[in-house]
């Protein structure tokens, strides 16, 4: 198996290099290009008042209910059985309405983040690709976590699984 992994690691090497010469490889920094465009800033600090908004709504509501916990206690020892099952029960709605808070400012978070930085993934995107045609890139990768960003070369796949003997 180890073997197994260091002939396709030199395969993808190989390949990588042959192609690193034939096709015009650029990088670029996106989190730096990201981090600089003003309209990411814009996105950031909405969703941060958003995300800060939504955490003080629960813990108002977890506060409440924490002190309501403890009045509960204190004067459970006063109180009959049925009284100690309902407030039991009213504590754990309680806990379940906190939950589901939780989970909707999730769910809201995630559509305001995804409505925030669509447009500004797209004109990135778009840059991204008009700079790559104007230069004759083929393939652009990020600098800092190596993905392929950009893509308008061959692709060496069917030659790869060719030279293995793959169909």
Do not use: H
């Amino acid at each position: 198996m180890k073997k197994l992994s260091v002939l396709f690691a030199a395969v993808i090497m190989v390949v990588s290099v042959s192609m690193a010469k034939a096709q015009k490889l650029a990088t670029v920094d996106l989190m730096g290009v990201l981090n600089a465009m003003p309209e990411k800033k814009k996105a950031d600090t909405d969703i941060k008042a958003f995300l800060d908004a939504k955490q003080a709504e629960i813990k108002k509501k977890t506060d409440a209910a924490q002190t309501k916990f403890q009045q509960y206690q204190a004067e459970a020892a006063k109180k009959t059985a049925e009284e100690n099952t309902a407030r039991e029960a009213e504590m754990k709605k309680l806990g379940e309405e906190i939950q589901q808070m939780q989970e909707k400012a999730q769910k809201d978070l995630q559509a305001k983040q995804d409505v925030a930085f669509g447009p500004i993934e797209k004109k990135l995107n778009d840059a991204i690709e008009k700079v790559a045609k104007a230069n004759g890139y083929e393939f652009i990768m990020d600098a800092n976590a190596g993905a392929l960003v950009y893509k308008a070369g061959a692709d060496a796949t069917a030659a790869v699984k060719k030279e293995l003997g793959i169909n």
